[in-house]
């Protein structure tokens, strides 16, 4: 599985972005998915996870309430909508996959990993 992260760029503190991941491979619909994000200097911190039925989603604190993050497996697509951004938020974003529906954000059980896409919230 490879996995393509897209949608990130400078957006103004309030506003909204929506980041893309696109996988190649069919056992990507059967993964587990999360979204990961680093800032410069900080550890890589879970943000949201999905199970690969989307029947499950979990969220980091920071974001529970702000962010969605949804799949589309018959495009091999995941998703995380960021709504109310705030400059804290600025860092670069990553998607994976291959976690454990029980450890969604547990960054070790996700053996597929794609190259990070920034975002940039300014105040």
């Known amino acids: 599985v490879q996995l393509q992260a897209s949608g990130g760029g400078l957006v103004q503190a309030g506003g909204s972005l929506k980041l893309s991941c696109a996988a190649t491979?069919?056992?990507?619909?059967?993964?587990?998915m999360g979204w990961f994000r680093q800032a410069p200097g900080k550890e890589r911190d879970f943000v949201a996870g999905?199970?690969?039925?989307?029947?499950?989603?979990y969220y980091a604190d920071s974001v529970k309430g702000r962010f969605t993050i949804s799949r589309d497996n018959a495009k091999r697509m995941g998703y995380l909508q960021m709504n109310s951004v705030k400059p804290e938020d600025t860092a670069t974003y990553y998607c994976?996959?291959?976690?454990?529906?029980?450890?969604?954000?547990?960054?070790?059980?996700?053996?597929?990993w794609g190259q990070g896409t920034q975002v940039t919230v300014s105040s």
């Open positions: 994976a996959a291959q976690g454990r529906a029980d450890q969604l954000d547990n960054a070790r059980n996700y053996g597929y």
């Open positions: 491979g069919h056992s990507f619909r059967s993964y587990s």
């Open positions: 999905i199970t690969w039925t989307g029947g499950m989603t």
